[in-house]
Nanobody, 116 residues
Framework: QVQLVESGGGLVQAGGSLRLSCVAS????????MGWYRQAPGRQRELVAE???????NYAGSVKGRSTISRDNAKMSVLLQMNSLKPEDTAVYFC??????????WGQGTQVTVFS
């Protein structure tokens, strides 16, 4: 049974930082693209950042330069370091494991709230 367990969300003042963690189990981790997505109230879920097993990364324009995604294949984990947080970063953040066109799994989500 695949599980993706997120942690690290919380309440932070604008300009602050958070580090989100996702630990996976029940899958062959290195075969999956790992990503962080977010969904704000009334909005569609959107990609924040993703990283391939080889370490190639892709970021949404809204977080590029402020966020860093990384993964540890041995620990089956993916981190998202977010700096210079803005109120518009407020959302539920989800971890996703994807084999394009084959398989995908989602975590339960972790709330990030940025106040000014």
């Amino acid at each position: 049974q695949v599980q993706l367990v997120e942690s690290g969300g919380g309440l932070v003042q604008a300009g602050g930082s958070l580090r989100l963690s996702c630990v996976a189990s029940g899958l062959i981790f290195r075969e999956y693209i790992m990503g962080w997505y977010r969904q704000a109230p009334g909005r569609q879920r959107e990609l924040v950042a993703e990283v391939t097993s080889d370490g190639y990364t892709n970021y949404a324009g809204s977080v590029k330069g402020r966020s860093t995604i990384s993964r540890d294949n041995a620990k089956m984990s993916v981190l998202l370091q977010m700096n210079s947080l803005k109120p518009e970063d407020t959302a539920v953040y989800f971890c996703r494991a994807e084999q394009p066109g084959v398989d995908e799994h989602w975590g339960q989500g972790t709330q990030v709230t940025v106040f000014s």
